[in-house]
T-cell receptor, first 111, second 114 residues
Framework: GQNIDQPTEMTATEGAIVQINCTYQTSGFNGLFWYQQHAGEAPTFLSYNVLDGLEEKGRFSSFLSRSKGYSYLLLKELQMKDSASYLC????????????FGTGTRLKVLA | DSGVTQTPKHLITATGQRVTLRCSPRSGDLSVYWYQQSLDQGLQFLIQYYNGEERAKGNILERFSAQQFPDLHSELNLSSLELGDSALYFCASNLQGADGNTIYFGEGSWLTVV
């Protein structure tokens, strides 16, 4: 089966740095995505990794290790508006482009 | 605004009824995905269509069906509704191939079964 694991909840302070981990065991792999989802709203795309290493995009960075089935999302200079769920998703293969999502990590940013 | 349009935004219906959710993908996108998100649950993949044909199937119940029309819009039909079907249903789209793998989500359709 397909398995994507993330912590359920995390709490951090405004201005701090937080790392959200994601581990996956899937039958195929064609890339890993991070999405942000505010409650009751649509997930919005944050980052995409298909090769090992770090991708940086402003305050957000994402890292991938394919051999370890591991990724993390790093959020720097946290702001209150970063309070949201962060979803890790894996694209299973290039044929069907089937995407499997983890249950998400609910991040609370405190003042 | 992702460019993916879903209607209706909210829907309340009774158990046993049937509803149809509609999705218009981003302009030029050929692939449509349907996801279900229940309270405090992750996004559950239901089904994917590509250019009118079913491409992949996830945990979609037999009471549910979907199709993608020649103009690329898609509909998700939910029948014999049960209380447990209450959820947020998302449609997403992308253009496979050169555009990469990112999928873009609509705002979702909130379904409440009473």
């Amino acid at each position: 089966g397909q398995n994507i694991d993330q912590p359920t909840e995390m709490t951090a302070t405004e201005g701090a740095i937080v790392q959200i981990n994601c581990t996956y065991q899937t039958s195929g792999f064609n890339g890993l995505f991070w999405y942000q989802q505010h409650a009751g709203e649509a997930p919005t795309f944050l980052s995409y990794n298909v090769l090992d290493g770090l991708e940086e995009k402003g305050r957000f960075s994402s890292f991938l290790s394919r051999s370890k089935g591991y990724s993390y999302l790093l959020l720097k200079e946290l702001q209150m508006k970063d309070s949201a769920s962060y979803l890790c998703a894996v694209s299973l293969d290039s044929g069907t482009y089937k995407y499997i999502f983890g249950t998400g990590t609910r991040l609370k940013v405190l003042a | 605004d992702s460019g993916v349009t879903q209607t209706p935004k909210h829907l309340i219906t009774a158990t046993g009824q049937r509803v149809t959710l509609r999705c218009s993908p981003r302009s030029g996108d050929l692939s449509v995905y349907w996801y279900q998100q229940s309270l405090d649950q992750g996004l559950q993949f239901l089904i994917q269509y590509y250019n009118g044909e079913e491409r992949a199937k996830g945990n979609i119940l037999e009471r549910f069906s979907a199709q993608q029309f020649p103009d690329l819009h898609s509909e998700l039909n939910l029948s014999s509704l049960e209380l447990g079907d209450s959820a947020l249903y998302f449609c997403a789209s992308n253009l496979q191939g050169a555009d990469g793998n990112t999928i873009y989500f609509g705002e979702g359709s909130w379904l409440t079964v009473v």
